[in-house]
């Protein structure tokens, strides 16, 4: 069994920070790309960030030079800095992880999701 667990999620206001933590569990043999994804009310869920086993990240246009992804593999953890907050930020922020397993080979698994919500 695999279980993504985040936190993080809360309430800030406008220009303020948060920081979105992601740990995996499991029988894992390795983590290839982990990421972050989000899903406001009424739209389809969107990529904000991704980073593979070597620290290579990609990050969508609408965040760069605000947010910043980072891993630490030997916690199987991913963390998503967000700095200057908007509420256009609001959503549901879901991690993702693209693993091996032992048996049972390359699998993809999804948190449960963690809200943010940008308001003054």
């Known amino acids: 069994q695999v279980q993504l667990v985040e936190s993080g999620g809360g309430l800030v206001q406008p220009g303020g920070s948060l920081r979105l933590s992601c740990v995996v569990s499991g029988s894992i043999a390795s983590i290839n790309v982990m990421g972050w994804y989000r899903q406001a009310p009424g739209k389809e869920r969107e990529l904000v960030a991704t980073?593979?086993?070597?620290?290579?990240?990609n990050l969508a246009d609408s965040v760069k030079g605000r947010f910043t992804i980072s891993r630490e593999n030997a916690k199987a953890t991913v963390y998503l800095q967000m700095n200057s907050l908007t509420p256009d930020d609001t959503a549901v922020y879901y991690c993702?992880?693209?693993?091996?397993?032992?048996?049972?080979?390359?699998?993809?698994?999804w948190g449960q999701g963690t809200q943010v919500t940008v308001s003054s």
């Open positions: 980073i593979t086993s070597r620290g290579i990240t």
């Open positions: 993702n992880a693209d693993l091996t397993r032992l048996v049972y080979g390359r699998q993809n698994y």
